[in-house]
């Protein structure tokens, strides 16, 4: 999917079934894409900030956690939003 599509953020757990958080961040880095990543995980908080340095990611939301933590996260990955382009004035 990540060669066919372009996201803007990418959430990636550590620990997930049939591949691994790092194994799919590193291909996706090996392939070119510098999608922001953000890493979920239940790891030790030292563990998750090696993770974060190791694969580049913008940030990181240790589980379990408040939906406040995953929004604050995501919007520090994100660029601000330049909200809804200005309508022409009318003279």
Known sequence: RLR???YDLV???LHMPDM????LV???RAAGHAT???ILSGLAPAEVDAAVRDLQAV???HKPFEVEALVAAVQ???PPDPGPAAA????
Do not use: F, I, Y
């Open 4 to 6: 066919a599509a372009r």
């Open 11 to 13: 959430l990636v757990d």
């Open 20 to 23: 691994d958080g790092r194994t």
């Open 26 to 28: 590193r291909r996706m």
């Open 36 to 38: 922001p990543v953000v």
């Open 59 to 61: 940030g990181a939301v």
């Open 76 to 78: 520090q990955a994100l």
């Open 88 to 91: 022409p004035r009318r003279s």
